[in-house]
């Protein structure tokens, strides 16, 4: 009974402290908005009686109410981890947002892929200035080892960029997944 190479990463922000401030700004400004959106629509509906019907505080109450609810539907993209999940020759990538919400982003079989190394590797600049390629950044810490995957799916090129573990490199480039001469590093 064979079995199955399989590993999972999750990538993290290293260094969280400004985007764990900007979650809890966007939070606060979200409830004030909020607030000051719906005391503006109050007040604007409290003077329709009077006819002196305030079109501004309709406005404004708008305004405010579409902030509110911009930074509702924006926030989780604040707090963003990476999840790489490697079985058997094939490479999943998907984007965890706030920790409760999962974004499904590509499934990389490593028998498609052309070409694969560290960014340091001169071959990584060939792709990386081809404005025909279609770019993915699946990576959190610039100053990571990152690795490239140059692969094309669906008649479509893409360069994808991660931060997987060298375990993880290592069980990619093992047992044949990848074609030869296609690492590069």
Avoid at 40 to 64: C, D, E, K
């Amino acid at each position: 009974m064979a079995m199955d190479n399989f590993k999972e990463e999750i990538v993290v922000r290293r260094h969280s402290g400004f985007a764990n401030f900007t979650y809890y700004l966007a939070w606060t400004m979200l409830v004030l908005f909020g607030v000051i959106g719906i005391f503006m629509l109050q007040a604007a509906l409290n003077t329709i009686g009077t006819g002196a019907f305030a079109r501004g505080s309709v406005i404004v109450a708008v305004v405010f109410i579409a902030l509110a609810v911009l930074l509702w539907v924006k926030k989780d993209g604040l707090r963003i981890e990476y999840e790489y999940t490697f079985t058997n020759g094939v490479l999943d990538v998907s984007m965890v947002l706030n920790n409760s919400k999962r974004r499904y982003l590509s499934e990389i079989n490593m028998k498609i892929v052309e070409s694969i190394g560290s960014v340091q590797h001169p071959s990584f600049n060939r792709y990386l200035n081809d404005k025909t390629i279609k770019r993915h950044n699946w990576f959190l810490n610039r100053d990571a080892n990152l690795t490239y995957i140059y692969f094309t799916k669906n008649g479509v090129r893409h360069l994808a960029v991660i931060e997987p573990s060298q375990e993880m490199l290592n069980m990619i480039n093992s047992r044949g997944y990848l074609n030869f001469g296609v690492w590069q590093g």
